[in-house]
């Protein structure tokens, strides 16, 4: 599964945000996926995961409300919709394609990644 995590950009604090990852092949709809992010200087964290039918989605606890995830198998994509941005939310985007259908917070659970997207907040 080859993915591909875009739409990230500069935004102004407050703002929002939405990520896409877009994913090669049939095989693509038969993998959960997570969104993870790398700020400078820190280790790359969880943030969520949908699985292939997009009925179980798993957010990482203080993500919950500003962060939505959802998927449209018909176009290959995730999206990851992001609110109230702040300049902690500045960091390197990227979405990750489960071994299975179901995926949970796990790195080791994603051998699939995509090079990443940028997202800057500006306060």
């Known amino acids: 599964v080859q993915l591909q995590a875009f739409g990230g950009g500069s935004v102004e604090a407050g703002g929002s945000a939405r990520l896409s990852c877009r994913g090669s092949g049939r095989a693509f709809t038969r993998h959960g996926i997570g969104w993870f992010r790398q700020a400078p200087e820190k280790e790359r964290e969880f943030l969520a995961s949908?699985?292939?039918?997009?009925?179980?989605?798993h957010y990482k606890n203080s993500k919950k409300g500003r962060f939505t995830i959802s998927r449209d198998n018909a176009k290959n994509t995730v999206y990851l919709e992001m609110d109230s941005l702040t300049p902690e939310d500045t960091a390197i985007y990227y979405c990750a394609g489960g071994r299975y259908s179901v995926a949970g917070s796990a790195q080791s659970e994603y051998p699939y990644w995509g090079q990443g997207t940028q997202v800057t907040v500006s306060s």
């Open positions: 949908i699985d292939s039918s997009g009925t179980m989605i």
